[in-house]
């Protein structure tokens, strides 16, 4: 399979297991797994690979179900050259591979107040690819631009209109990999942006399965959808809610089980498989749809192929 690939500086793995780089611990292998070593490198690998080749961009792995049977493509993860973080007045330049957390955090050292990428799980590539958002804000409200490389290898600089932000989505082209990203926050104290982090966190940890093996919230809020398909958090019904109404909370299913402490995590209690998980997910919606006619929408991305019996 190798032979036909392009030479790269980076590293470049067959049949790479996935399992061990998701937060749910589960899934097959990478068909192809390949780290590059800098953006040169990249942009040389997509432009000479086939075009035939799926690409597969992945962060760390903390939204995300690898289904047993692994993945057809060549996934693309980005690490040591793609993790910077610089800040310049109000504006936070960070490489796709820094993480949620890390940003928020340097952010506030330097007094800008992009607080709200705390606590969400995960990577800057993946947080703009979703437009992920907590407490009312989203990436949506304070990027600036970002910057990719496409399937054929050229760099391209993209605005926030160009990704057409909605709620946990974007229009980025499939094969496309984020590699920077350019945020504006509003000026604050950083001892105060620190205390107000803190106290996020304690939120956090008080309510969420924190220590479980989870991905995250598993479905989107019903309340999530407007009319336009932007974010809209005017309404109080919950995906919790409406899973603690249908009686799923504490559902399980082999080693898969909705949590107990916050019914829209759904957790590995220890030897669940990708198909036990996605199985209980989707006996979730069925019921929530039973009981109320809402139709929950999967949050947690889920790709490859089942397991061959």
């Known amino acids: 399979m190798t032979e036909t690939l392009p030479e790269t500086r980076g590293r470049l793995v067959p049949n790479r297991p ?20 800098d953006l040169e490198d990249l942009q040389a690998f997509l432009r000479a690979l086939p075009a035939g080749r799926a690409v597969f961009p992945m962060g760390v792995g903390s939204n995300l179900i690898v289904r047993d049977g692994g993945l057809r493509a060549v996934v693309i993860r980005l690490g040591r050259g793609f993790n910077g973080i610089s800040v310049t007045g109000r504006r936070v330049t960070a490489g796709a591979a820094a993480l949620d957390s890390h940003v928020a955090r340097r952010a506030a050292e330097a007094g800008v107040d992009l607080t709200f ?7 800057v590539g993946g947080a703009v690819r979703m437009n992920a958002g907590c407490y009312g804000s989203y990436v949506a409200d304070h990027l600036v631009e970002a910057r990719a490389v496409t399937r054929e290898g050229a760099l391209v600089t993209l605005r926030p209109e160009d990704l057409r932000l909605g709620y946990r989505q974007s229009t980025l082209p499939e094969g496309w990999v984020l590699i920077e990203a350019v945020f504006e926050g509003a000026e604050g104290d950083p001892a105060a ?4 982090m803190a106290a996020q966190l304690r939120k956090r940890d008080e309510t969420q399965p ?9 479905f989107r809020n019903p309340s999530g959808f407007s009319s336009t398909g932007r974010a809209d958090d005017s309404h109080e ?15 399980t299913r082999g080693g898969a089980q909705m949590s107990p402490k916050h019914s829209n995590f759904l957790v ?17 919606r069925k019921r929530v749809f039973q009981h109320s006619g809402i139709e929950l929408h999967w949050e947690i991305m889920r790709v490859g192929e089942p397991a061959k019996t």
Not at 193 to 196: D, F, I, P, R, S
């Open 18 to 37: 996935l399992s061990e780089l998701t937060w749910l611990r589960v899934g097959g292998p990478a068909e192809l797994f390949f780290q590059p070593a």
């Open 117 to 123: 990428l705390r606590t969400i799980p995960g990577s």
């Open 193 to 196: 942006l620190e205390a107000q």
């Open 210 to 218: 924190t220590k479980d093996r989870s991905a995250g919230s598993t």
């Open 237 to 251: 019904l919950k995906a919790w809610k409406v899973i603690d109404d249908a009686g799923m909370r504490g559902a």
């Open 268 to 284: 590995n209690t220890g030897e669940a498989t990708a198909a036990d998980l996605e199985g209980l997910g989707e006996e979730v």
